[in-house]
Structures are given as structure tokens and as C-alpha cells.
């Protein structure tokens, strides 16, 4: 790895910052699960009396919403928000990889020596660092549009049917798959900066650092 130690150092923080964001987006994520829930529960009683929520509870918010579905449905809104926020966080991140894989490549062309630099303390260099952020976003990228879509259509949802699939929807990452969580896994957890705050990179137990989303998954 032929990285200077600022190099070396923004490589762990930028690391960081994209396990932390991937735990808040699967954080936000789980928030919004409950808010699903409750606007499913309540919408679908409706559905069964074959009543509309306005029908009986007068017109909608200003939000648009019904009485009743106001407050989850707000819940809701909010976490579709906060997961863009966390998306935003994983772009930022992704691009500091990406910039410091290219000065690594541009140094190991150079043949510039790594004399000086700090000591590696993790096997995955900022090329393969940049590559598994590159792959990642995306993914996440899909996936937050998918849940800002269900939110924006979840207390309209004129049929069971279109209740089931939305709530499917949000509570079931269909991008986010077992072997892409495991690949983020090795990008944010194989080491971590210490809470000291001397910013020294320490190894992490895989333990500490998995997803809240990976974990959830885990038998």
C-alpha cells in the first residue's frame, strides 16, 4: 500500500464514515418499519369495512393524509428523508475512496516508494476499497428510492393487495442481499478508528462493526 500516513488516515476515516452511514440508513430503515406497520394495520381495518378513512374521518391534512394515518404516515416520511441523508453520507464516502484509490494507483505508477508511510494495518487497499463502495452505492441508491416510493403511496394504497406489496417493499431489501451486506461488511468493518479520538486505526471485531441490516439477517 504506497499511501502516506495522512493518506493512510483519511482512507480509515472515509471507511468509517461509510459503516456509520450504512448503520443509520439500516437504522432509519427499521424506523420506518414500525410506521409501515401501524399504517398497514390501520389501513387494511379500513379496507375490511370497505371504508375510506376520509369517508368517516373528514377531509385529508394538509400533508394529505387521513386522521388517522397522520402521525405514521409522518413517521414514515421522515425516515424516507433520513434514509437520503445516509445515502448522501455513503456518496461522500465513496467519492473520498475513490480519490484516494486513484492517487494509490498513481503513486504505484510512479513507482513512488511507501518509505515513511504508516505501517498497513488492513489488507484491502484504497483501489479495492473505492471498487466495493463503487459496487455498493448503487445498490443503496435503489434501494432508497424504492422505500421513498413506498412512502410517498402507502396511505393512498386502495386494496390489500397493493398494502401487501408495498409493505414487502420496505421491509424486504431486494438489492440489499446477503452477499452484497457481507461484501460492505469487509469494507467498513475490517478496522475501525478508535473512540479515543486520536483518529489511530484499530482492528475491529467483525462483531462491532456488521450492519444492523447483515446482523438482523443472521440466524
Do not use: I
Request: hydrophobic share 40%; proline share 5%.
Amino acid at each position: 500500500m504506497s499511501l502516506s500516513s495522512d493518506a493512510l488516515y483519511r482512507l480509515q476515516r472515509a471507511r468509517s464514515s461509510w459503516a456509520s452511514a450504512a448503520a443509520g440508513w439500516a437504522e432509519q430503515r427499521a424506523v420506518g418499519s414500525s410506521a409501515v406497520s401501524r399504517v398497514c394495520s390501520t389501513r387494511g381495518a379500513a379496507l375490511e369495512r370497505a371504508e375510506r378513512p376520509w369517508e368517516t374521518e373528514g377531509a385529508p391534512d394538509d400533508d394529505g393524509y387521513p386522521t388517522s394515518l397522520a402521525e405514521p404516515c409522518r413517521r414514515l416520511a421522515a425516515a424516507a428523508d433520513s434514509l437520503h441523508e445516509q445515502l448522501e453520507r455513503l456518496q461522500a464516502a465513496t467519492d473520498t475512496l475513490t480519490a484516494l484509490g486513484r492517487l494509490e494507483e498513481a503513486r504505484a505508477g510512479r513507482g513512488d516508494s511507501a518509505a515513511g508511510a504508516a505501517p498497513a494495518v488492513t489488507t484491502w487497499d484504497a483501489s479495492r476499497c473505492a471498487a466495493a463502495a463503487s459496487r455498493l452505492l448503487p445498490l443503496y441508491t435503489k434501494e432508497t428510492e424504492v422505500k421513498r416510493t413506498v412512502a410517498s403511496w402507502l396511505a393512498h394504497a386502495d386494496s390489500a393487495a397493493a398494502l401487501t406489496a408495498l409493505r414487502a417493499a420496505w421491509m424486504h431489501d431486494a438489492y440489499l442481499t446477503e452477499e452484497t451486506l457481507a461484501l460492505q461488511q469487509c469494507l467498513g468493518g475490517e478496522v475501525a478508528l478508535d473512540a479515543g479520538g486520536g483518529g489511530t486505526p484499530q482492528r475491529a471485531s467483525p462483531a462491532a462493526t456488521a450492519s444492523p441490516a447483515l446482523r438482523q439477517r443472521r440466524p
